[in-house]
């Protein structure tokens, strides 16, 4: 199971936990990742994605699932979102 967020790529990063004699030992920073079905209005259907809460925000405020895709760079996305992407270009092409 992938701690990477689908849409943005978002993972987990490391540092250091320090304590108050300044030690330091490795800790990891993960990314606050959530199980959403987002719909896509141009397939009519929904899409199970593991997704960062700052990635959901974004996806608000472009305006759904399609929008975002639109925008967003294939580098980034997962297979499985680059998939959806494609379905959905496709669907938009022959509407």
């Known amino acids: 199971m ?16 320090v304590s108050h004699a300044n030690n330091k030992t490795k800790r990891r920073f993960l ?3 959530n199980d959403v079905s ?27 699932l399609d929008g975002y895709l639109a925008k967003a760079k294939e580098a980034e996305l997962s297979p499985a979102a680059l ?7 496709k669907a938009q092409a022959a509407a």
């Open 83 to 89: 998939k959806i992407k494609k379905e959905i270009e």
């Open 38 to 64: 987002l719909m896509s209005e141009t397939l009519g259907r929904t899409f199970k994605l593991k997704v960062s809460s700052s990635a959901l925000r974004t996806v608000d405020h472009r305006g759904g």
């Open 31 to 33: 990314p606050n990742l």
């Open 2 to 17: 992938s701690r990477r967020c689908e849409l943005t790529g978002k993972g987990p990063m490391t540092g250091n936990n």
